[in-house]
């Protein structure tokens, strides 16, 4: 038995700017391109996710240290506030508990977080504790999370890249390319023209035998989904990406009552397995949980093995090498995202920018996991100037 003795939150100085993808200098593909996003109902919001606060909040970074030494860290992108409700409430739950007890632990911060949270900040702040639980319960046991989860059932693992060098992408050997949405309805018919433009230059710059998905990223409504779709089915489009608002499941079990031979997969600002079981009522063909927004590995264990009751698919959302461990690990988890941050989107680099000092990257578009003792991550402490707001 090896007991949590203290957990520590900290935040990013704001000065650092490569720390995560929303912190990018000006001009990066990522921040600065045209994307249709919830907020490009206004015209003033619709050239730039920093223009509206994408990102505001910043990182979390949690350590769990246990009482023979060892630290475990996690994260998620809670800011502050996120720090604030770790040093002030959930932490207490963790502390003195066997580093095993992810359930228990987990359960109880859940709980007694009822009354402020459920979604959001609060989940995000579940997350990053959790994810730093598995990292030290692994340190401790001397193996990769990957491990405590069953073993791999895959390696290397196979990646598709989201980017918008399409044909870059390829050339790196990622099986497919997923490449954001530049207009939604508030563009009108131009915007859709534009759109369907966009997507007949990318097929015919990847060939006919590579995936092309497309993230919509909450933008459309069903009427112009249900357009797009159709004006889309000369180039083989995979899955679209979360087209509508998270909580509008009356408009996802529309879209598939009117589109049941299109893949629909959504999950990235879902929270915990009661969302995600809504969205399997909804008829949604592939889960996109964020490991470090969801509820962390404990929860999303639950929500896969929901999934797989109905041989639904479960491909994260962006969360990096924690979401690798979990790739590799379940029989309905078939391959990863990789999210090129580079300016132009081209180069492969690590997810967290340099918030680590090891991430693994992908080669010929796969990732090798090494076998080093939790996440295998380690934290750049010399190289970022981390602040903990409300030590206590």
Same mark, same amino acid.
């Not at 593909?29 to 223009?51: F, K, Q």
């Not at 809670?78 to 409700?85: E, I, S, T, V």
């Not at 949604?284 to 929901?306: K, Y």
């Not at 918030?355 to 010929?364: G, S």
């Given at each position: 038995?090896?007991?949590?003795?203290?957990?520590?939150?900290?935040?990013?100085?704001?000065?650092?700017?490569? *720390?995560?993808?929303?912190?990018?200098?000006?001009?990066?593909?990522?921040?600065?391109?045209?994307?249709?996003?919830?907020?490009?109902?206004?015209?003033?919001?619709?050239?730039?996710?920093?223009?509206?606060?994408?990102?505001?909040?910043?990182?979390?970074?949690?350590?769990?240290?246990?009482?023979?030494?060892?630290?475990?860290?996690?994260?998620?992108?809670?800011?502050?506030?996120?720090?604030?409700?770790?040093?002030?409430?959930?932490?207490?739950?963790?502390?003195?508990?066997?580093?095993?007890?992810?359930?228990?632990?987990?359960?109880?911060?859940?709980?007694?977080?009822?009354?402020?949270?459920?979604?959001?900040?609060?989940?995000?702040?579940?997350?990053?504790?959790?994810?730093?639980?598995?990292?030290?319960?692994?340190?401790?046991?001397?193996?990769?999370?990957?491990?405590?989860?069953?073993?791999?059932?895959?390696?290397?693992?196979?990646?598709?890249?989201?980017?918008?060098?399409?044909?870059?992408?390829?050339?790196?050997? /990622?099986? $497919?390319?997923?490449?954001?949405?530049?207009?939604? @309805?508030?563009?009108?018919?131009?915007?859709?023209?534009?759109?369907?433009?966009?997507?007949?230059?990318?097929?015919?710059?990847?060939?006919?035998?590579?995936?092309?998905?497309? %993230?919509?990223?909450?933008?459309?409504?069903?009427?112009?989904?249900?357009?797009?779709?159709?004006?889309?089915?000369?180039?083989?489009?995979?899955?679209?990406?979360?087209?509508?608002?998270?909580? %509008?499941?009356?408009?996802?079990?529309?879209?598939?009552?009117?589109?049941?031979?299109?893949?629909?997969?959504?999950?990235?600002?879902?929270?915990?397995?009661?969302?995600?079981?809504?969205?399997?009522?909804?008829?949604?063909?592939?889960?996109?949980?964020?490991?470090?927004?969801?509820? $962390?590995?404990?929860?999303?264990?639950?929500?896969?093995?929901?999934?797989?009751?109905?041989?639904? @698919?479960?491909?994260?959302?962006?969360?990096?090498?924690?979401?690798?461990?979990?790739?590799?690990?379940? @029989?309905? *988890?078939?391959?990863?995202?990789?999210?090129?941050?580079?300016?132009?989107?081209?180069?492969?680099?690590?997810?967290?920018?340099?918030?680590?000092?090891?991430?693994?990257?992908?080669?010929?578009?796969?990732?090798?996991?090494?076998?080093?003792?939790? /996440?295998?991550?380690?934290?750049?402490?010399?190289?970022?100037?981390?602040?903990?707001?409300?030590?206590?």
């Amino acid at each position: 038995m090896t007991i949590i003795k203290d957990i520590r939150a900290f935040t990013v100085d704001s000065s650092n700017k490569s *720390t995560d993808y929303v912190s990018q200098p000006k001009g990066h593909w990522i921040t600065d391109t045209l994307v249709a996003n919830p907020m490009a109902i206004y015209p003033e919001y619709r050239g730039s996710r920093t223009s509206w606060g994408i990102g505001v909040l910043g990182p979390v970074v949690v350590e769990v240290e246990l009482e023979n030494g060892v630290i475990g860290v996690g994260m998620s992108t809670a800011g502050p506030p996120g720090c604030w409700l770790i040093e002030n409430h959930l932490k207490q739950f963790a502390i003195g508990q066997n580093v095993t007890n992810v359930e228990l632990i987990w359960d109880q911060m859940w709980r007694a977080s009822i009354g402020y949270g459920r979604k959001g900040i609060t989940i995000h702040a579940i997350s990053a504790i959790d994810l730093a639980i598995w990292d030290a319960m692994g340190r401790d046991a001397g193996k990769p999370v990957y491990e405590l989860l069953g073993g791999p059932l895959r390696s290397p693992l196979p990646l598709y890249a989201t980017s918008p060098a399409a044909a870059s992408v390829k050339k790196q050997g /990622f099986q $497919g390319v997923k490449i954001p949405l530049p207009y939604g @309805p508030a563009s009108g018919q131009d915007g859709l023209k534009k759109n369907v433009s966009l997507f007949e230059e990318v097929r015919g710059l990847v060939g006919d035998h590579f995936d092309i998905m497309i %993230d919509c990223y909450m933008a459309l409504s069903v009427e112009y989904v249900i357009q797009l779709v159709k004006a889309l089915r000369p180039f083989n489009i995979r899955w679209l990406e979360e087209p509508l608002m998270p909580d %509008d499941y009356v408009g996802y079990s529309e879209l598939k009552k009117r589109l049941p031979q299109t893949l629909i997969s959504t999950g990235e600002h879902e929270y915990t397995r009661y969302g995600f079981a809504q969205l399997l009522e909804c008829g949604i063909d592939i889960l996109q949980p964020d490991l470090t927004w969801c509820g $962390g590995m404990t929860e999303v264990r639950r929500i896969t093995s929901m999934a797989a009751s109905r041989d639904v @698919p479960v491909i994260p959302h962006g969360s990096g090498v924690y979401s690798w461990h979990h790739q590799v690990s379940f @029989p309905n *988890t078939p391959f990863a995202e990789f999210l090129m941050l580079s300016p132009e989107g081209d180069i492969a680099t690590p997810q967290f920018g340099s918030l680590f000092t090891n991430e693994p990257l992908p080669e010929n578009g796969k990732l090798l996991l090494s076998d080093a003792p939790g /996440f295998g991550l380690e934290l750049n402490k010399e190289g970022l100037d981390l602040v903990r707001p409300f030590e206590q």
